[in-house]
């Protein structure tokens, strides 16, 4: 092994108190591996096996809000500018289902009030995962929604000469309770979560992150889905080639979910007869009820 100076070995003699033996006998293993074999090879050793992989996996569930959730979110009174920009930023991640990167860095002139819709584009300055180019089809879930989008960005440019290359959400500054609205962006990830977090509990939910909202509106949206082709298009919608994305991250029901939903399937099995399992004599006797009560009326 490669002789340690005085000053390295201080620091490893003083780095090694805060470490058990077992530990500092398995690190003293990989330095010899990494000089042996190379470090790649060396730290490959904790490469978790498929089981661990499995394991990690285990109840993943995300937490994102219900509908009803949702709506009492939103719904809170406008007295300010903040107040309208919240509004419009949690309308716009529920409708885009944008990762909140992407709502972060959007400009007024990637979305197109027309047709709706979100043109995630990295070289215009859109922080994509692995800067992938996304052409996104606002979700038409409520109208009301649009609106307060389309009142927002109508805000900017007409109360605040906004140009279409500012932000979509720009950041607020407050000075003796007057607020100013910047031509800069929020403060990433960190200013989207203390926002959320605020209104969530404001309307007396629990806290909900960012990406919790994108869950949501994917989760609202697979409710819609009735055909292959529309669970593919709404697959690209949101930015994932690969269909088994969408339905392994975002189609996983939480255990209670689907639990309920099995148990009434089989009450409804159980408590009814289903035309099929029924002998024609039945049929005939259904019928004649059925007849019998309308004809009464």
Known sequence: MTEFKNRDLVLVTEWSKHFSYPTLSLLRKLILNAETNGFKKAVSVFEPTEED???????????????????????????????????????????????????????????????????????????????????????????KYFDILKNWITYLKQEQSFEETDPLFPKIKSYNNIEKVKKDFMDGEGEYNKMLEKRCVNAGCQKYNPHAF???????????????????????????????TILEQYAKMKPDIYMDIVDNMIRVKSDKRFIEDMTNEEILDVLKQRLSVENNF
Do not use: W
Request: net charge positive.
């Open 214 to 244: 994108r869950h949501f509106g994917i989760h609202e949206a697979l409710n819609q889905v009735r055909t292959g082709a529309q669970l593919k298009a709404l697959s690209q919608n949101v930015g994932h080639e690969d269909i088994s």
């Open 53 to 143: 992989k499995r394991l990690s996996r285990r109840l993943t569930y995300v937490e994102y809000p219900t509908l009803d959730e949702f709506k009492k979110i939103i719904d809170f009174e406008e007295t300010s500018i903040t107040d309208k920009r919240d509004k419009a930023i949690l309308a716009f991640l529920y409708i885009s289902c944008a990762r909140v990167s992407a709502v972060a860095t959007a400009t007024i002139n990637l979305v197109d009030l027309n047709k709706m819709i979100f043109k995630q584009d990295p070289l215009e300055g859109v922080k994509t995962k692995r800067q992938k180019y996304i052409l996104t089809k606002l979700m038409p879930f409520d109208e």
